[in-house]
């Protein structure tokens, strides 16, 4: 099959010819607003029965952090064409097989692992995300594994499958240091939560061809991938595609092999892991496979909580990207917003193109209201630093948390729709439904009425970070209204920035 023939195919007839069932594979509806979420109709909608999710605890312990920072950082920072590897698939060939290098020259002379925790906890942080592989193969960790065939993108006579014996990883470079294990050890030091990126696809290894947007494509693509990833790989490439050979059994067997070889070694050598980021997905041919390394993880760290990417229901959490859900959902799994505090997820140079503490609170705000979590994008450059501005942004969230911390570590949301009024007051409780807290994103003036809280009789309503109790009263048509003091007229005086918090006691339910 040519280049043009693979990309003139019709959806519909690559759609069927790799799914000829596809209609019955459907999953129901969850109704979870995660735009991002990669559907894998061959995965099976219940799990086999032998099959653990994370435990209780675990779920428990998720719900609980609700504030955390997302790294991407990899040889990619060293180019920083554009978000994390992405750009890989639109270089010229030239480009990738320079690109393939660049592991050669990475040496982050300023990266600092414990000053890294200091700002997260600076901040207020509870857990932090990085990426131990993302989709260009490289592996921040010193792993075993090794990569047997690769890319040769400028051989004479066009790109072709060339043999290697080269681990790709962060031991074969200049600065030789394992930075998943620094950051695991000074995390570990502070109490503060760990999850392990792991993409699935590997641009690197060719033995990964042709799965989700792999830029080595093959004759039987309409098989090998989702009807989603065929589309998405011809909207990609367009008649750019490079055909190679087909892989064999013992290929995709090599493949897997190193791809749950790579994942033990992640939930092996680094102490307690609390989440797995997976990410994209392997498409059916080798799903038996892949549910059998989800086994094998679940064997070895019985708590960690896996995100649901490419594991369909295996998974125990979503994360919604770069969107807030419209309203709270009855998901029945917890779930983070994963949002860039730049431009991306990877490092962003311009200072202006931060957004703030005030949209970090806001964001933070809202989604613990509706249930979730915030993870906030953050990457270094390739030195190892974070731009000064994204640190002053992240450490004002930690100020504002030292103030009102209470109405958002360790809150469940409020039943049914009660998680909001407008688009300024929001709503959290603690786990025992004894306080609940009303957060406002405005400050509204000499007093507020609260339409849907009932305090109990003879209790006090405090500003998280005030002295006194405030003045209050209760009327069953309009609800509690609360009246502020005149020394909070002037916002010098309030206790904090951005928003600000009233806890309240309970009518017993």
Not at 103 to 127: E, R
Not at 196 to 222: E, G, I, M, N, T
Not at 430 to 455: C, E, H, M, N
Request: one cysteine or more; proline letters at 7%.
């Amino acid at each position: 099959m040519n280049r043009r023939e693979f990309v003139g195919t019709t959806t519909a007839a690559l759609a069927a010819a790799a799914h000829p069932g596809l209609a019955q594979w459907s999953k129901p509806t969850r109704g979870f607003p995660e735009k991002e979420l990669q559907r894998d109709p061959y995965v099976e909608n219940s799990p086999i029965s032998s099959y653990q999710w994370a435990p209780a605890s675990a779920h428990e312990a998720f719900r609980d952090m609700k504030f955390g920072a997302r790294i991407h950082w990899g040889i990619y920072s060293i180019w920083h064409r554009g978000p994390e590897s992405w750009p890989f698939l639109d270089m010229s060939f030239d480009d990738r097989q320079k690109y393939n290098s660049l592991y050669k020259t990475w040496n982050p002379a300023a990266f600092d692992a414990n000053a890294w925790m200091d700002v997260f906890q600076d901040s207020g942080m509870k857990m932090f995300a990085f990426t131990s592989k993302h989709h260009d193969g490289f592996s921040m960790f010193d792993t075993r594994t090794k990569v047997k065939n690769r890319a040769n993108w400028t051989v004479q006579g066009g790109p072709e499958i060339e043999p290697c014996d080269l681990a790709y990883s962060i031991r074969e470079t200049p600065f030789r240091r394992d930075i998943v294990k620094e950051l695991c050890d000074a995390a570990h030091r502070r109490d503060i939560k760990i999850d392990l990126y792991f993409s699935h696809p590997d641009w690197y290894d060719a033995d990964f061809r042709p799965y989700v947007v792999h830029p080595l494509q093959v004759p039987s693509s309409a098989q090998l991938l989702t009807p989603d990833d065929l589309a998405r790989t011809r909207r990609t490439f367009g008649a750019n595609a490079v055909i190679v050979t087909d892989p064999t059994d013992a290929t995709a067997a090599r493949m897997m092999k190193r791809h749950r070889s790579q994942l033990c070694e992640l939930l092996t050598n680094y102490g307690k892991i609390d989440m797995l980021c997976l990410d994209m997905c392997l498409g059916p041919r080798v799903w038996p496979a892949l549910r059998e390394t989800i086994m094998k993880l679940r064997e070895l760290q019985p708590h960690v909580m896996l995100r649901n990417r490419g594991i369909g229901n295996y998974g125990d959490y979503y994360t919604p990207e770069r969107v807030v859900p419209g309203s709270k959902d009855a998901s029945d799994k917890p779930w983070f917003c994963i949002y860039p505090l730049g431009t991306d997820f990877s490092y962003e140079p311009d200072a202006s193109r931060y957004k703030g503490t005030g949209w970090i609170v806001q964001n933070l705000v809202e989604t613990v209201a509706k249930g979730g979590g915030l993870m906030i994008g953050v990457g270094p450059s390739s030195s190892g630093a974070f731009h000064p501005e994204a640190i002053k942004q992240m450490k004002g969230a930690g100020t504002w948390l030292k103030v009102n911390g209470g109405a958002i570590f360790a809150t469940r949301p409020r039943e049914g729709t009660n998680w909001s009024e407008g688009n300024i007051i929001y709503y959290t409780r603690s786990k025992d439904g004894r306080f609940t807290y009303a957060i406002l994103t405005k400050w509204p003036g000499t007093q507020i009425t609260l339409a849907s809280v009932r305090p109990k009789p003879g209790s006090e309503i405090t500003l998280l970070g005030g002295e006194t109790a405030l003045s209050w009263s209760f009327d069953s048509d309009r609800g509690t209204k609360v009246t502020f003091p005149e020394n909070l007229y002037q916002a010098s005086n309030r206790p904090c920035e951005y928003a600000w918090c009233l806890k309240m006691e309970m009518v017993d339910q």
